[in-house]
């Protein structure tokens, strides 16, 4: 372990170095790239200058234990329990800081969310998802940007769209993406039964120029008058866009503004994103032959979590972990499973690199 940690100790100076150098300051892919990886190292080296530290100073301690003097000795005893109870302590703590990070968690997300089975009470329960994750992102102290939007006829949405703008945002949000269902009695039901009714959310890391060549001469802008609320006057205007990437057939479209160069300029964000994610997906299918993740996100009509409203109950599927908390979850309390999700990827990954290195 201590010879990762020296060699990437020798990446971050050399990165530190680069980040200046006049190829750096010329090029701004590649400057971007060097301080996203500098970023990434320093929690890295700070916990190796400690961990030597550690070291040196168990090595002190017990070259004193071999002299004469008691007091000394009984100091140093002391002083090397502490040292080799850090030491323990650090060896699990740098474990897991040389897991390899998702480039991707760092990134802003696109989040979609879609009624699925169950009529308009699945529109409702789209309606419910969309503010506990509101309520989460405000908690974070992340913004979310409206991109479309197409409500549903009983309440909630058919389909909302947003984007997600704060600090890991993806890193944390990318755990929700699948089937989300819901066990209760609906608002439309006479009879007093509980439905079960499903929507589905898609998290994508949002993709920054850098990440993918997107050329305006292969994207079709279409525009149309916006709708909702109103009736069909509620927007004279064509200001709402439609944008297809001809090579791929993706489409991405944004209704939300009254400027039509605001709409494109959302869509086109989300239809980046979107053809990013094609690539993406080639890439965790690529992985996935390599190891199975148990919390991959990658097979979105997997039913991840369940709502049951009678029994006030939580249950996420993919670790087997239920909460009898519902109304706070709902309310935007969902940091527990995404911490949980997190601690069940990295025990994979901490022996998939047990099993590699052996």
């Known amino acids: 372990m201590l010879d990762k940690l020296i060699a990437i100790n020798d990446r971050f100076e050399e990165v530190e170095r680069l980040i200046s150098s006049p190829d750096a300051m010329n090029d701004m892919k590649l400057y971007v790239k060097l301080n996203k990886e500098y970023k990434e190292l320093g929690p890295i080296v700070t916990a190796y200058h400690e961990y030597k530290d550690i070291i040196s100073n168990i090595t002190s301690s017990k070259a004193i234990l071999k002299e004469d003097d008691l ?44 009624a699925g089975a169950g009529g308009d009470e699945a529109s409702i329960f789209a309606g419910d998802l969309y503010r506990m994750y509101s309520a989460f992102a405000s908690d974070k102290g992340w913004q979310l940007e409206l991109v ?39 608002q439309t039901e006479t009879q007093g039964r509980v439905h079960t009714s ?31 609320p109103g009736g069909q006057s509620v927007n004279t205007t064509y200001s709402a866009v439609r944008l297809t990437h001809i090579p791929t057939g ?28 094609i690539e993406l997906q080639k890439k965790l299918e690529e992985d996935a032959k390599h190891r199975k993740s148990m919390v991959s996100s990658g097979d979105r009509s997997a039913k991840i979590r369940t709502y049951n409203y009678p029994q006030g109950r939580v249950t996420e599927h993919r670790i087997g972990l239920t909460k009898y908390n519902l109304q706070a979850t709902m309310g ?27």
């Open 250 to 277: 993706v489409v991405a479209q944004c209704q939300d503004q009254k400027s039509q160069l605001k709409n494109y300029d959302k869509a086109l964000k989300v239809l980046r994103s979107r053809i990013y994610e």
């Open 71 to 114: 007091e000394m000795k009984e100091m140093a005893r002391m002083e090397l329990d502490e040292l080799l109870t850090r030491k323990e302590e650090m060896d699990e703590e740098i474990k897991i800081l040389l897991i390899p990070t998702d480039p991707e968690d760092s990134k802003n997300a696109v989040m979609e969310i879609r």
């Open 198 to 228: 499903a929507a589905s959310v898609i998290v994508l890391p949002e993709a920054e120029e850098f990440d993918i060549d997107l050329k305006t001469s292969d994207i079709r802008k279409d525009t149309y008058c916006s709708s909702g």
């Open 332 to 358: 935007g309390d969902i940091q527990e499973f995404i911490d949980e999700l997190q601690i069940a990827e990295n025990a994979e990954k901490l022996k998939e690199g047990t099993s590699i290195s052996s």
């Open 148 to 186: 479309d939007i197409a409500e549903g006829t009983s309440g909630g949405y058919k389909e909302i769209i947003v984007n997600v703008i704060g600090e890991d945002v993806y890193g944390q949000l990318k755990f929700e993406s699948g089937v989300h269902r819901v066990q209760r009695v609906p």
